[in-house]
């Protein structure tokens, strides 16, 4: 089988006569990456239609922390699952799934091609390759591990989940809330250890669209670090801290819900709760965003079936590469 970039096995050169599924992009990379740019050349040039793979941007009001594509940008390529809940709701992956997989089709059948964007890991693996069959979510069950969260912290929950299922808490990193959570209330409802429901999950057909997978990964990580410390100086120079207070002040406000869980979010909350100095924001917020690039990177490597480009090296042979895959030149923009 052909090999891509970094060794990465390439589907795109494939006999194309052997798939006669619709076909798709899918743009993925750690934040600060540059997606978002190089998706707009893309949608530009290609006439691609775009939808969001990314947990913080399905939150209304959540626009600066979360670098959410300003108006302009939007007005010029539309972004799909943008801004489709408000902060104190929950979405899943399994609803994520679901819409984006509705999206595609519209897309497929008026003609157009999807290109997913994004950095969520869990989005893109529940799309592609969905999700496990497991109880639903239990209210009671999530807010009584909630209240012995507040007691015992995440780190004290993540350590009895050790115990239930080693494999689980290997994945899951202690500071994780939202799957500890999930982790936990699937042993209570079931009896059964959550990797114990996946790994009985039954095999899935092939996804429905032909793929071409581009992964950023850029080489160079003191580039990528500067790069987030940049964006995150930006953010606030915009107005960030006092985005989280409005945030903060709407009545249906929620510290624990998934969205004030989110990268940025969460360190601007303990700042405005502990009054600690801007100077020691910007260090815990842009060293969690590094933390997050770290994890978004390793699981991009485990993607076989990437292409792997460095954003700031092989931009040129990215677009060479969409081209090809739809058979197509690109316009001039």
Do not use: N
């Amino acid at each position: 089988m052909p090999l891509g970039s970094h060794g990465i096995i390439d589907t795109m050169s494939l006999p194309r006569h052997c798939d006669t599924r619709p076909r798709a992009i899918a743009l993925m990379g750690p934040t600060a990456s540059g997606k978002t740019a190089l998706a707009m050349d893309w949608a530009e040039r290609f006439d691609l239609r775009v939808i969001s793979v990314d947990s913080a941007l399905v939150y209304r009001g959540m626009d600066i922390g979360s670098a959410k594509p300003d108006a302009a940008t939007l007005a010029r390529v539309p972004h799909r699952l943008i801004d489709i809940r408000d902060p104190h709701e929950s979405y899943s992956a399994a609803e994520f799934s679901e819409d984006a997989g509705r999206e595609m089709h519209a897309i497929s059948q008026a003609g157009g091609i999807p290109l997913l964007v994004g950095g969520t890991g869990l989005y893109f693996r529940a799309l592609f390759q969905g999700l496990a069959e497991m109880p639903p979510a239990d209210a009671a069950v999530r807010e009584h591990l909630r209240q012995r969260a507040q007691q015992l912290g995440w780190a004290a929950l993540h350590q009895e989940l050790a115990t239930i299922d080693p494999q689980a808490a290997a994945r899951i990193q202690p500071a994780d809330a939202q799957r500890i959570q999930r982790a936990l209330e699937v042993h209570q409802l079931s009896g059964r250890s959550i990797s114990d429901w996946q790994r009985a999950s039954d095999s899935r057909a092939p996804f429905p669209w032909r793929v071409l997978k581009v992964a950023l990964l850029p080489r160079d990580r003191a580039d990528l670090h500067a790069r987030i410390a940049q964006r995150f100086d930006v953010m606030v120079d915009a107005g960030f801290v006092d985005e989280v207070r409005v945030l903060r002040a709407d009545p249906r406000f929620d510290s624990d819900s998934p969205a004030m869980r989110a990268v940025g979010y969460r360190q601007a909350l303990e700042h405005l709760d502990t009054g600690s100095s801007p100077a020691q924001f910007r260090d815990r917020a842009i060293a969690a965003t590094r933390q997050l690039a770290k994890r978004q990177i390793t699981w991009l490597r485990a993607e076989w079936d990437a292409r792997a480009l460095d954003p700031q090296v092989d931009g040129a042979e990215a677009t060479r590469a969409v081209a090809a895959f739809l058979g197509r030149p690109s316009r001039t923009v």
